[in-house]
């Protein structure tokens, strides 16, 4: 296998640096990995210099072109705020999370994705949220675990752990695979949030090209509120609003942050522009707006959680995954980060079967 120019971009990427600053560690002009990224022939020395500058093992240059992520088929929700480095290096880490997940799918069957095409739905977000939650059997119940349910249907979800709050999420299809990236470093209610969301993304705009727009990103927080706050449930439970102590108590209902509550409620009619604003004064007086003083409990993922229990069995090992994959540990650890909480046992009562070994 010859050397791999595209796996030198996610490298490069993933460490955050330009051509010219990996030429410096490497001890190469730019010129030299600039036609290395370029498809150039690559002598063994050169490619051992720029392995050892990355951090990368040899091996991982000499595999088969990876499946790259282009920024076109994805949902950023900052890209005013990040940079053009942390764009690249979370795009570079959904390269390597579609290749994570194809050596877990060699092992354990997943369970196939259950979404529906609601791309007609877009300019109607809250219809499109009601008929997912009628397509999978919702009803106008509160999501006890949103992680849980979207792994449930099919959707794969890893981690963005760029150490960075300008990268809120995002999403993408990889053929018949959905996947969302969530930034651990948001409090539990905004992932939660983030997670729906994406999810938006993924029904709304699979089939619609570029969705890095504003009215995308409108559509999926509409479809968002919607679908984590059924108008029904919300009226039926919060028919009366007169305080903002009453939003901060009913909050941990549909898990989500005090502030998005409050933009439903008023959505819905049931808070008055004056009310509203007065509201998000008090509430940001309290702290909710930088976060959740009462926060509710970070969900994790059940399917990395159980994909890791079984190795472990088998005395397997994260760095074992990073061996076969030819990565860095670190990268593994960067994918799962904040996700994989200790699974519940096979059989134990609230436990899900979703994944089965080979």
Known sequence: MSF?????????????????????????????????????????????????????PLDFFYLEAPEMVEADT??????KKMSAAERDASLAAGSLGVELYGWIDNRFDLPEADLIDLNKERS????????????WGLGDRPIGNMLKLLESKGVRVLSLSENTLNVDAYSFW???????????????????F??????????????????????AEFQADQFASAFLMPEHDVKNELSTIVSPQQIIRAKSRWRVSA????????SLNLLSDWNYRSFCIELGKLGYRSGEPQGVERETSVVLAKVLTALWTKRLTKAE????LAVPT??????IFGLAGPSAPVGSPGSLELVQSK
């Open 4 to 56: 791999s120019a595209h796996r030198l971009t996610i490298a490069r990427q993933r460490r955050k640096l330009t051509g010219k600053e990996l030429g410096e560690i490497a001890g190469l002009t730019p010129v030299t990995v600039s036609k290395a990224e370029n498809g150039h022939q690559v002598e063994p020395g050169t490619a051992e210099r720029l392995a050892a500058a990355l951090g990368f």
């Open 74 to 79: 994805v949902s950023f929700r900052s890209l």
């Open 124 to 135: 109607r977000p809250e219809s499109a949220a009601r008929l997912l939650r009628q397509h």
């Open 174 to 192: 990889r053929g018949d695979h959905p996947y969302i990236f969530l930034n651990q470093e948001k409090s539990a209610e905004r992932s939660i």
């Open 194 to 215: 983030d997670s729906a969301h994406e999810l938006g993304h993924l029904v709304l705009h699979h089939h619609a090209g570029a969705r890095n727009d504003k009215g």
């Open 259 to 266: 502030m998005a509550l409050a933009y439903r409620l008023h």
């Open 321 to 324: 995954i990073a061996s076969d």
């Open 330 to 335: 670190e990268e593994v650890e960067s994918l």
